[in-house]
């Protein structure tokens, strides 16, 4: 596997780097990690992306990771050492999009042992809905991997990457034939509840106790930061205060509340499901730094492939490192694995799974994936 950065993101070290590759006879397949903050014309990414005649995948991020370091502009391409069975479904912006028949016409039910990539668009609103119709149809004996495209203004725009162009309410799926293990951890603490989702719709939950979710958050989130959302932006003070949906035997799914809407509901990034129960959390720079660490180490020792040309991808969120702020380069150092090289994105909500768990879309967590042909 061979990772290339470009720190100009420019559209002619996009070029140059995919010129290397291709030149490369054991690279079989590309994957691109942009920032959305790349100076370039997304007519002319377009147009080159077409133009591919490697299969391609990934998309735009709110910032790319590489050896230890952020940036904020940039452009990461992996040569794939095997050929990678991309496949984009379509109808993201629904969720009555039937998307069991979507997958069986376009991916073989034959993926155990392999390695699954999905990127999609952070503002579709039937995320949860595909992610659930993939597992069912590639199963929990396969590693998965990803995460939300897109920009903290939570603008839909084409943000997805393939040989198609760039896309925006679809799915971006790529299978391989490779060794993968994930590691999955948030470091996030319950101050208060839980409580229970009495009404929502989607991304938006409207009541938790029957009464309106943003008084009851409110209450709770002044009485311990000591300030007052009327005094700030919302999500100035809401970003270090996440809910959490629990999950029975395992670490509990983080939802990020990003907006407040006038009639008292909160606008989250994913589900929040009627009758689930949710704590509202809190963290430190060391409880996320530790728990990052945990996913690194759990992505380590479940690895059982050759290692000698792996790599190991990170899935940061974006919402996660503005939390942590100055402490974020002792995070990525902290999931740094030896001897093998890092590379990843800053997202808006992850998407893990393995064997040993169930396929979630998350918010403000930490995956780490270790992949090897």
Not at 90 to 119: H, M, Q, R, V, W
Not at 218 to 241: C, I, Q, R, T
Request: negative net charge; contains cysteine; hydrophobic residues 45%.
């Amino acid at each position: 596997m061979i990772v290339d950065l470009d720190r100009t993101g420019t559209i002619d070290g996009l070029k140059a780097m995919l010129e290397r590759l291709m030149q490369n006879p054991e690279v079989r397949g590309l994957q691109i990690l942009a920032s959305v903050n790349n100076p370039w014309a997304m007519a002319e990414l377009d147009d080159l992306l077409k133009s591919l005649a490697l299969p391609v995948f990934g998309g735009m991020f709110a910032g790319v990771i590489f050896e230890g370091q952020a940036h904020d502009v940039g452009t990461i391409v992996v040569g794939m050492p095997v050929e990678p069975v991309v496949r984009t479904i379509a109808g993201l912006d629904n969720p009555e999009t039937d998307f069991k028949a979507a997958l069986a016409e376009g991916i073989s039910g034959a993926c155990a042992g392999k390695t699954i990539f999905a990127y999609v668009n952070c503002t579709s609103n039937a995320i949860e809905t595909f992610l659930a119709a993939l597992f069912e149809h590639c199963g929990s004996d396969c590693m998965y991997i990803g995460g939300g495209a897109g920009a903290l203004d939570f603008v839909p725009r084409p943000y997805l990457i393939s040989n198609q162009g760039l896309l925006q309410a679809y799915a971006v799926l790529a299978v391989t034939e490779m060794a993968g293990s994930v590691g999955v951890s948030h470091g996030w603490r319950s101050l208060a509840g839980p409580f229970l989702i009495t009404e929502a719709s989607g991304h938006v939950v409207q009541t938790l106790n029957w009464r309106p979710a943003f008084d009851v958050y409110k209450e709770v989130v002044e009485a311990h930061a000591g300030k007052s959302f009327d005094d700030m932006p919302f999500y100035d003070l809401s970003k270090f205060y996440p809910f959490v949906l629990g999950r029975v035997g395992a670490e509990g799914v983080v939802r990020d509340p990003v907006n407040r809407n006038p009639d008292g509901s909160l606008l989250c990034v994913g589900d929040m499901p009627v009758n689930s129960l949710v704590d509202i959390v809190t963290g430190t720079p060391h409880s996320m730094i530790r728990a990052a660490t945990k996913a690194a180490a759990t992505a380590n020792e479940g690895f059982t492939g050759e290692r000698a040309a792996g790599a190991a991808l990170l899935i940061e969120c974006i919402s996660r490192s503005l939390c942590l702020g100055d402490s974020l380069p002792r995070e990525l150092e902290a999931v740094r694995i030896p001897g093998l090289p890092q590379f990843g994105v800053l997202t808006i909500g992850e998407i893990a799974g393995s064997g040993k768990n169930y396929l979630e879309f998350y918010n403000k967590t930490t995956v780490v994936g270790i992949l090897n042909a």
